[in-house]
């Protein structure tokens, strides 16, 4: 059976309708599917109530022990558990997962170079327990995964939830064929950032040179891009990039652009 | 394989130290268990910086929105996802659950008679998901429950631990032989609540009444007992009530009162 490995940002949790709105189409996609949250500016409201300011270093949000309490309490408990108990409403029998559970995602704490990220980790790919993620589907569960990871000796790290909808995707690979959808607030890859009907139905790793090389496409999409062609390449089928207001379109290929 | 249930309360939850000192016994406990740990003081002191105050109606706290969201936050979150991060780095392979993963525990919301309660839920006993347990425990999996169930309309709902730990106890008594243990303050059932070494080795049904009617046993030791032989009734193979810090005498049956 194919898997579904879906990812929404932090502009989605943090809007209510939208997310009840996506949860509905989601309970309704076929097959095995997982899904990865974002963060979302609700962290950030919490933290400034509990006096917990955003720590930037050269424009990076810095990971401090604090931060890392605020991410696990707002991410791990309200949004993730509140997504579960939701999806339970609607028939999808979803199991929220950091990366301790189960050993689920291991990563380093990432090294000091230029910057100290603090709690942060990078994902040690090769030691993520995608046998235990494979039973739980088999067992007819969804995992509903949240960016946290841990570095297995005691302590958890924050993630970026595209990397984590990456890594599962990649890791289970092997085992079914894995599409990976990325949901965000456009409609897909457009040729005018100006125009959102301009969305580029296919890409190829060509076409994203030249286009890139134009000046077609620039800022925030080329590292998207660049990480969909990666994880073409370690063996998953397909990646989409498309709005989450449109999953079910996303998913018949009527809407969204398809890396292949 | 025998399964052992064991709880521990609030106060080893809000001791760093004692917690530590806990996770390390309950590492090295053999054969099937299951954690299912309180709230804690750190709820209530977070609550305070987030302008949530406690409320009250006739001595009995109210789980109001505000509430409910919190205990989200420090229960599923900060304190489940740090336990189960230690755990893992003491190789004990956790994972963190509310009654919503995986629907492990349906409830419904308490019907509101002299006292609305708010977001509580009664555990819906015949709904619980033993076989998703069970296949957790089979994959060498620990699950570590936190006070929190679900009502199945996508809300979350805040449920005593002690109330988890008996149900889970009694869910799991058709498939194995289960042992259900509480850890707490005291040493044991006391014959002389002043004298920390008057505990009783075993007691039955006859022996707490015998004991209740001369007042030996009294105030919170009367519903913990009431409960435990419940929970016998209902098929679980023993109960013992013991000092957290002494996990591996209770288990050899050497400190803690057992009820049988």
């Given at each position: ?68 309490d ?40 990432r ?39 841990h ?110």
């Amino acid at each position: 059976m194919e898997l579904k490995v879906i990812k929404i940002g932090g502009n989605i949790v943090d809007d209510k309708d939208a997310l009840s709105s996506f949860l509905g189409a989601f309970a309704k996609v076929e097959g095995y599917k997982i899904l990865v949250h974002g963060g979302g500016k609700v962290a950030t409201e919490i933290g400034k109530k509990l006096g917990i300011e955003p720590n930037y270093v050269n424009g990076r949000r810095i990971t401090d022990a604090p931060t890392l309490d605020l991410v696990t309490m707002v991410y791990a408990g309200l949004i993730n558990k509140n997504i579960v108990a939701e999806l339970q409403s609607i028939a999808c029998n979803a199991i929220g997962l950091t990366g301790a559970d189960g050993s689920v995602m291991p990563a380093v704490k990432r090294p000091v170079k230029d910057i100290d990220y603090g709690f942060v980790g990078d994902v040690t790919s090769d030691k993520i327990n995608s046998r235990l993620v494979k039973a739980l589907l088999e067992q007819g569960l969804t995992p509903v995964f949240t960016p946290l990871t841990h570095d297995g000796k005691g302590s958890l790290l924050n993630t970026n939830a595209d990397t984590i909808a990456q890594e599962i995707a990649k890791a289970m690979a092997p085992y079914m064929p894995v599409e990976l959808i990325y949901c965000f607030e456009k409609n897909g890859v457009l040729l005018d950032a100006e125009d959102d009907t301009s969305v580029i139905n296919s890409i190829t790793a060509a076409d994203f040179n030249e286009l890139k090389e134009a000046g077609a496409i620039t800022g925030g999409m080329i590292p998207k891009l660049e990480n969909a062609f990666a994880a073409i390449d370690a063996g998953v089928a397909t990646v989409i990039i498309g709005h989450a207001s449109e999953l079910a379109t996303i998913i018949s290929g009527d809407s969204g652009t398809s890396i292949r």
